[in-house]
């Protein structure tokens, strides 16, 4: 029996994984205490959790390097040296005619710390590129710019999960973790039964505002007014904690002067939120001894993502509540990894331990653990969608290396991404799998998964937690590392390019010693033993451990005075307003089943895939003409799609839902960014709605999947030719 966690989100729960014969059995991991296992001390796994052994054995598993026959077209397999020597000698070719930026990488937030450091490292030293970004970047960055921002620091959580249970008022601000991490939906029942309170802000009343006692609607793209009218009734109720914001923070005068315009009548007119229902949870917030607001992606995923979350920071400091414990704010993450896949390397500002690229101090540090001078580092790069965007122009990358990422299906403007992929010279794809973007690619790489290596994941509350290995991989596939050892070999780096995750976490403390996500004292045997250790957690000294640090800001905030920034912010609304032609918002998300861009559960037969639907409300579908299941035609400006109807009075009647976890959908959404995240705006575009039977067909369903796309077992409902 091997201890684990679940290969799939942030809250990465607990599993012990038992290997018989040709099945591998999951079952859930009781922890030695509370504050070690976020799933709640009993342990819990959701559906996804349970099946994750599904896609072992899975026919659809690739075991060989594929490299794609110039005359013909097709994949032909090939060995292992052979696939790395072209993918190096067509590398070397690219950088030699077109500079060293030329070539690009791109990760993923599922990635381990160790294999995110090491794809830092070879983007860096190997490749000389400073073109890395991952799809983390559209995860949780308008999250962590905003942290970085106010408090000086960015952990998801500043503290263990399970104090949700300690909070008198929760406000969960574009969280549907009910359905998104089931197990952790417990904190809240048991903060319910204790007399807390809870207040969900969606624009659809979804399966945890079903748990809550007050429910805000806004149009999607409002949360920010939201944020600015409770503010502005907190303080005009007297209720803001003048001697917490005059010691612990700065600016807040300004933040006060800013929501003075957001009486409640005005903010109803905005967000379609009721004056009422506003002034009722403002009575809440100014009563709550310790009051939590948590955000994800439904606040953040906008082109003011940072800017709403700094809304909602301004708040939880006006009510002096981050550091004091059971409150505070926090961003709930999505992706497995999404937290330590940005402190290690990936993104592309970012050196190992949190550092900066640009700062000479951290650049001679991290140059000194790689054995380089720190004027071989290359800058900063572009952003993950300013990247892929620039692929195959003229002065953009010729070659795109893809570890852990399923662009075609995930990336926002997904048809535009999708030919700047096929305009490469050069397009590598490690997966286990041929998913939509592998099945693009001019080489194919196995490589082994979840369960078949051991390696270190930091989960949405900092906690840093060890994935053992359990199996024995296939024949024929690698692991990450060993791929990045070898490209880096080929290329002739500098230094040593370690292949045993351990090794690679050793190298990483070392990397990442004296940062702010500072992991030296971290080790293989402290997590075993603890069940996670919380980061920063400093070098040992004298044999005495640092303990690590479950909740940041007791005494001081991450700023080099120590107190929080109060930044003053200002509600603009989606960058794509609905017009005569789009009249509605279409926002996107996630359902139970299926995970981000489905390349792995789509794949297991025990979680149902129904394909994508549209939800839309009674009276929108009777305007319509629309009946429940039967389909409807959604446009927006960059794509349409069609796809069954879902009726439901739980969604607002200017808002429709379509869940993202298939190709065709992000085809739809809108690739406006935030000017300080960079993260595109996913949540909310203008979209129209039609009776797919109420339309003539001009014309029959495009084959417009790409070749090798896979349907699992339902229905991907695609881009359509009218
Ligand atoms: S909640 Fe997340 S980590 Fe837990 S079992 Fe489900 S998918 Fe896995």
């Known amino acids: 029996m091997t201890d684990s966690h679940c290969p799939y989100c942030s809250l990465q ?13 999951v079952a859930p991991r009781t922890q030695r205490n509370a504050e070690s296992n976020p799933s709640g001390q009993e342990g819990a796994l959701c559906r996804k959790g349970w099946t994750a052994a599904g896609l072992r054995g899975s026919r659809e598993r690739i075991t060989s390097p594929l490299v794609r026959d110039r005359a013909s077209g097709e994949l032909t397999a090939v060995d292992w040296d052979t696939a790395l020597d072209i993918v190096a000698e067509r590398l070397t070719a690219i950088r030699e005619e077109h500079g060293a930026d030329a070539n690009a990488v791109f990760g993923g937030g599922g990635l381990t710390n160790e294999k995110a450091y090491l794809l830092g490292k070879l983007a860096r030293v190997a490749l000389g590129t400073a073109m890395i970004d991952y799809n983390g970047r559209w995860c949780m960055s308008s999250a962590a710019t905003a942290g970085n921002q ?10 263990p999960l399970a104090d949700i249970e300690e909070a008198d008022v929760l406000v969960l601000v574009g969280s549907n973790l009910a359905e998104t991490m089931p197990p952790a939906a417990r904190h809240l029942d048991r903060l319910r039964s204790r007399g807390g309170r809870v207040v969900v802000v969606d624009p659809r009343v979804t399966s945890t505002a079903a748990r809550a006692d007050h429910v ?22 007297g209720a803001v904690d003048e001697a917490y914001v005059r010691e612990r923070t700065t600016g807040f005068e300004d933040v006060r002067r800013s929501v003075a315009a957001w009486w409640p009548e005005r903010v109803e007119r905005v967000t379609g939120v009721g004056a009422d229902d506003l002034r009722e949870v403002a009575d809440l917030l100014t009563t709550g001894e310790r009051v939590m607001v948590l955000t994800a992606r439904g606040a953040e995923q906008h082109a003011s993502g940072t800017d709403t979350v700094l809304a909602w920071i301004n708040l939880t400091l006006a009510l002096g509540m981050p550091g004091k414990r059971g409150a505070g704010y926090g961003c709930l993450t999505g992706q497995g990894n999404g937290q330590g896949g940005r402190e290690h390397g ?3 500002d970012q050196l190992p331990g949190y550092r900066s690229i640009t700062s ?6 991290v140059a000194a653990v790689w054995g380089i001078d720190p004027a071989m580092l290359p800058g900063k790069g572009r952003s993950a969608y300013e990247l892929l965007s620039a692929l195959g122009t003229p002065d953009g990358p010729r070659s795109l290396l893809v570890l852990g990422s399923n662009i075609v299906v995930s990336a926002p403007n997904a048809s535009e991404i999708t030919e700047r992929l096929q305009a490469l010279d050069l397009l590598v794809v490690a997966d286990i799998v041929m998913s939509e973007t592998a099945a693009l690619a001019d080489v194919v790489l196995p490589v082994t998964q979840w369960a078949e290596e051991s390696g270190t994941m930091t989960n949405l509350e900092g906690r840093v937690i060890l994935r053992e290995r359990a199996l024995t991989p296939p024949a024929g596939v690698r692991s990450d590392l060993d791929l990045i050892a070898g490209l880096a070999e080929r290329l002739g780096a500098p230094g ?11 190298e990483l403390r070392a990397a990442s010693s004296g940062g702010k996500a500072d992991y030296a004292g971290i080790s293989y045997d402290r997590i075993r033993a603890e ?25 001081a905030f991450g700023h080099p005075d120590g107190r929080a920034r109060c930044l003053a912010v200002d ?9 005569a032609d789009y009249p509605v918002h279409l926002t996107t998300g996630r359902v139970l089943a299926q995970y981000q861009s489905g390349a792995q559960t789509r794949r297991i037969r025990e979680l149902p895939d129904d394909g994508a639907f549209v939800e839309l409300h009674p009276l929108l579908a009777g305007r319509i003409g629309a009946r429940d299941g039967e389909p409807v035609l959604i446009r927006t400006p960059r794509g349409e799609m069609k796809a069954p109807a879902r009726v439901l009075d739980t969604i607002r009647p200017d808002t429709v839902f379509v869940p993202f976890h298939w190709v065709g959908v992000n085809k739809l959404t809108n690739d406006a960014l935030d000017p300080a995240s960079r993260m595109p705006e996913f949540k909310v575009c203008a979209a129209s709605v039609e009776s797919w039977n109420s339309q003539p067909r001009v014309g029959d369903f495009a084959a417009a999947a790409p070749a090798g796309s896979t349907t699992g077992t339902g229905e991907i409902h695609e881009s359509v030719s009218r």
């Open 496 to 506: 040593a390019w370690p292949t045993e995750p351990e090794e690679v976490f050793a």
């Open 360 to 365: 000479p101090e951290d650049r001679a540090h």
């Open 13 to 25: 729960c607990g599993m012990t994984l038992t290997a018989r014969r040709a099945a591998l059995e």
């Open 346 to 348: 990936q993104k592309a």
């Open 571 to 579: 509600h603009r609304g989606p960058a794509e307003p609905v017009t």
């Open 531 to 555: 069940g996670g250790v919380f980061w920063p957690c400093r070098e040992t000294v004298d044999g005495e451990d640092h303990p690590g640090t479950p909740r940041l800001f007791a005494d």
């Open 150 to 159: 106010a408090f000086g620091i960015d952990r998801g959580l500043p503290f």
């Open 216 to 237: 805000l609607q806004p149009v999607p793209g409002t949360d920010l007014a939201v944020a600015l009218g409770l503010l502005h009734l907190i303080d005009a109720a």
